[in-house]
């Protein structure tokens, strides 16, 4: 069902808020049309926010007759590091961390709705985006009595504001404590996991990724010239211990995210991707914590994981990448993925030393991996070791017979195999 502000005169709506422009705006807005406004903020260890506390001061300056600072910085992590454990980036590069949040956040607004017997959330997406989906679709598949109020789906919001131009002369005009000005080159999205960086001018593809301002770490061009070793151990898929300092998920991302940052690590990731309601959209994003993590938990995967299993790990983790994007991060095929990937973090304990230099990542060494295939000696190609050369002459014979007959049927044609310049 679609509502409207005309449908929540004298009614209360919990927001969902980060406490920027769009959030002071629809907040003062609502209770200009005599609705009442329960502002709810998750605390999501968002780097680019001093204080977390502030943005309530914010919201009530800006009319809410509440306002909540949710910590779900726990929450945020473990979520990251489940995603990590899936390798679930997003049409290759994107670690999903906009879309992540958004399901942490609806899972940790909807206690509060339900101890007030509030039944309707509101948040501030576009029309054209993708949290709009995730927001709707996790909170009805959590609560199906709860229903959604969109601004930006409402007539008479679009009619008092056309977009952020209006928004920051109406905050100005009413002087409400907001950060943005007329000059504001493009919007973040910031939490634990990563930034993401769009619209104004990231909108233009004549606009380098560089434009940005890093916030947490450097560009790879201005790290340091001298690399940096870094062990971290993994104990059934979760990092427990970044060199010699032990860590929880919130830990093992602030350590990753200060140590990769400063090598330029997952720092202006640029990256045009497809949205789920049709559109392209171009983001430039820094995630040097995800990517550090994701990076030598990959090493650890390439060591325990034999041909059949890589396969299908791989199709799941674009499948897991994806629902997170489009916002079935709860539903049933999700959930079984996930099961998946629990299996094999039962296997995934190790060490892996890796190297971090200018943006890049290289493997230095694995250790302590009870569950690693590998072995030297039957991999060795200065011995016989465990395998004998002779047993291939067998393999080969049986492959063979395939491949004759390929022949022999006349599907063989080697000038089919060129590509003509």
């Known amino acids: 069902m679609h509502i409207t502000s005309a449908d929540l005169k004298g009614e209360t709506v919990v927001m969902a808020v980060s406490g920027g422009l769009d959030s002071c705006t629809i907040a003062h807005w609502l209770t200009q049309q005599n609705i009442k406004v329960v502002a709810y903020t998750a605390d999501l260890g968002q780097p680019d926010e001093e204080d977390i506390e502030h943005v309530r001061d914010r919201m009530i300056a800006c009319g809410a007759e509440d306002a909540i600072v949710d910590n779900l910085k726990s929450e945020i992590a473990t979520a990251g590091i489940n995603v990590m454990q899936a390798s679930a980036r997003y049409e290759g590069g994107y670690w999903n961390t906009t879309g992540i949040a958004r399901h942490v956040v609806v899972e940790g607004m909807l206690p509060l709705l339900q101890k007030r017997g509030i039944t309707i959330l509101g948040h501030g997406c576009t029309g054209r985006g993708n949290d709009q989906v995730r927001f709707e679709l996790a909170a009805q598949m959590l609560d199906p009595r709860i229903r959604v109020y969109a601004p930006w789906r409402d007539p008479a919001f679009l009619q008092a504001f056309g977009g952020r131009k209006q928004m920051i002369d109406y905050c100005n005009n009413h002087n409400l404590p907001i950060k943005a000005t007329h000059d504001s080159p493009y919007s973040t999205d910031a939490n634990l996991l990563g930034l993401t960086h769009e619209a104004g001018e990231l909108e233009e593809l004549t606009t380098p990724a560089n434009r940005i301002e890093p916030g947490m770490g450097v ?60 559109i392209k959209s171009r983001g430039v ?10 990076q030598n938990y990959e090493y650890l995967l390439q060591l325990i ?65 009870p569950n690693s295939l590998y072995n030297a000696d039957t991999s060795s190609m200065e011995e016989i070791g465990e395998f004998d050369h002779e047993d291939s002459q067998g393999f080969l014979g049986v492959l063979g017979v395939s491949a004759r007959a390929l022949n022999h049927a006349g599907q063989i044609n080697s000038q089919d195999s060129r590509i003509e310049p």
């Open 219 to 278: 560009f790879p061009v201005d790290a340091p010239q001298e690399a940096e070793h870094v062990d971290i151990h993994f104990e059934k898929g979760v990092p427990v211990k970044v060199g010699n300092q032990t860590v929880n998920p919130v830990d093992a991302l602030g350590l990753c995210n200060t140590i990769g940052g400063r090598h330029g690590i997952g720092i202006g990731l640029h990256t045009v991707e497809n949205r789920f309601v049709g």
């Open 285 to 294: 994003y820094e995630a040097p914590g995800m990517e550090g993590l994701g």
């Open 305 to 369: 994981l034999d041909r059949r299993t890589r396969r299908l790990y791989d199709q799941i983790s674009a499948h897991i990448a994806e629902q997170i994007y489009q916002g079935f991060w709860f539903d049933t095929a999700t959930q079984a993925s996930w099961a998946f990937i629990k299996h094999l973090n039962n296997l995934a304990t190790g060490t892996i030393s890796s190297t971090l230099y200018k943006g890049n990542i290289s493997f230095k060494a694995a250790s302590n991996t």
